[in-house]
C-alpha cells in the first residue's frame, strides 16, 4: 500500500520529514524530564517526591511534566531559605527597637502600647500600681514589685529556707530560757532571808543543865 503523496514524488521527502518531527518529539520529551527533575530538586526536599515527579515525566510524556507544574512548589529552597532569614532579621530589628508585630491584624507596634491603634484589640494588661505595661509571661511587675492578680503565685518558704531558720530560731529561744532562768536566780538572792516567818512545828530544846543548879 503506497502513501497517496507519493503521488507526487514526495515519498522520500515525507519519510525524512517525519522522522525529524519524530526525533524532535523525543528530543523535547527527555528535555521535559531533565526540566522536571532538575526543578523539583531546586523547591523539593523530599527525594522521594522528586524521583516520583521524574518518574511520571518519564513515563508519560509531556502529561507528567503538565501535572507537576501545576503542582510544584511556587518558590525555590534557597528562595524560601533566604525570605525566612530576612523575616527573622526583620524581626530581630523591631524586637532592638522596641517594636513587635500585632497578633491579631499584623501591623507594626510599639512595645508599650496597651491596645493596637490599627485594630484596637487588647495587646497586655497596665500594672494596678504603676500603670506601665505588662507583658502576658510576667508573674509580677518588675518596675515596682508589685504583684498581679490572678497571676502572682503565693510565696510559700522553701525546705531550704526553713531548714536554715530553724538552727536561729533554736538559738533564740535557748537565749530567751538562760535570760528567764538568770532573773530566776536574781529574784531568789534578792530575798530577804530575816523576813522568812519561823516554823512552829520546830522541836523545843530544854537546857536541864541550868534546873539542876
Given at each position: 500500500m503506497t502513501f497517496p503523496l507519493a503521488i507526487f514524488g514526495l515519498d522520500g521527502l515525507f519519510n525524512m520529514v517525519a522522522q525529524l518531527i519524530l526525533l524532535a518529539a523525543i528530543v523535547i520529551w527527555l528535555a521535559?524530564?531533565?526540566?522536571?527533575?532538575?526543578?523539583?530538586?531546586?523547591?523539593?526536599?523530599?527525594?522521594?517526591?522528586i524521583r516520583s515527579a521524574t518518574v511520571?515525566?518519564?513515563?508519560?510524556p509531556l502529561i507528567g511534566t503538565v501535572v507537576y507544574v501545576i503542582v510544584r512548589p511556587p518558590e525555590?529552597?534557597?528562595?524560601?531559605?533566604?525570605?525566612?532569614?530576612?523575616?527573622?532579621?526583620?524581626?530581630?530589628?523591631?524586637?532592638?527597637?522596641?517594636?513587635?508585630?500585632?497578633?491579631?491584624?499584623?501591623?507594626?507596634?510599639?512595645?508599650?502600647?496597651l491596645r493596637c491603634p490599627h485594630c484596637m484589640r487588647k495587646l497586655r494588661d497596665a500594672c494596678v500600681a504603676c500603670g506601665k505595661p505588662l507583658d502576658p509571661d510576667w508573674l509580677l511587675c518588675?518596675?515596682?514589685?508589685?504583684?498581679?492578680?490572678?497571676?502572682?503565685?503565693?510565696?510559700?518558704p522553701s525546705l531550704r529556707r526553713e531548714f536554715e531558720d530553724q538552727p536561729a530560731e533554736s538559738e533564740r529561744q535557748?537565749?530567751?530560757?538562760?535570760v528567764a532562768e538568770?532573773?530566776?536566780?536574781?529574784e531568789f538572792e534578792a530575798v530577804d532571808l530575816d523576813t522568812v516567818p519561823e516554823d512552829d512545828s520546830a522541836p523545843i530544846v530544854v537546857d536541864h543543865r541550868e534546873e539542876t543548879r
Open positions: 521535559l524530564v531533565w526540566y522536571t527533575f532538575t526543578d523539583a530538586r531546586r523547591r523539593l526536599e523530599d527525594k522521594l517526591l511520571a515525566a518519564l513515563i508519560f525555590y529552597i534557597d528562595d524560601r531559605i533566604e525570605r525566612e532569614l530576612e523575616m527573622e532579621a526583620a524581626a530581630a530589628r523591631l524586637a532592638s527597637a522596641d517594636y513587635q508585630a500585632c497578633p491579631h491584624c499584623e501591623e507594626i507596634v510599639a512595645g508599650q502600647f518588675p518596675y515596682c514589685e508589685s504583684e498581679i492578680p490572678g497571676v502572682t503565685p503565693s510565696r510559700r535557748h537565749e530567751e530560757q538562760e538568770f532573773e530566776q536566780v536574781a
